[in-house]
Nanobody, 115 residues
Framework: QVQLVESGGGLVQAGGSLRLSCAAS????????MGWYRQAPGKQREVVAR???????NYADSVKGRFTISRDNAKKMVYLQMNSLKQDDTAVYYC?????????WGKGTLVTVSS
């Protein structure tokens, strides 16, 4: 059974930074793609950033140059460093792992960016 627990969300002013962490437990293979998604109020969940087992990354256009995803396979952790935050970044952020044809999700952590 795979479990994901996010942390690091909170309230931050526009222009500030936050670092989200996701702790994975269970049978997570180091080659499994992992990622961060977000869902703002009234909107659909969208991909923010993804990272392959080998470390290749891709980002949503809206966060390129501001967010950085990374992972530590030995610790079963994935991180999202968020800089130059904007009010549009306000959302619940979810950690995701795709393994054996299944998506696993954490419960999310709320990020609120104030003006």
């Amino acid at each position: 059974q795979v479990q994901l627990v996010e942390s690091g969300g909170g309230l931050v002013q526009a222009g500030g930074s936050l670092r989200l962490s996701c702790a994975a437990s269970g049978s997570i293979f180091s080659i499994a793609p992992m990622g961060w998604y977000r869902q703002a109020p009234g909107k659909q969940r969208e991909v923010v950033a993804r990272i392959s087992g080998g470390g290749s990354t891709n980002y949503a256009d809206s966060v390129k140059g501001r967010f950085t995803i990374s992972r530590d396979n030995a610790k079963k952790m994935v991180y999202l460093q968020m800089n130059s935050l904007k009010q549009d970044d306000t959302a619940v952020y979810y950690c995701n792992v795709y393994q054996y044809g299944m998506d696993y999700w954490g419960k999310g952590t709320l990020v609120t960016v104030s003006s």
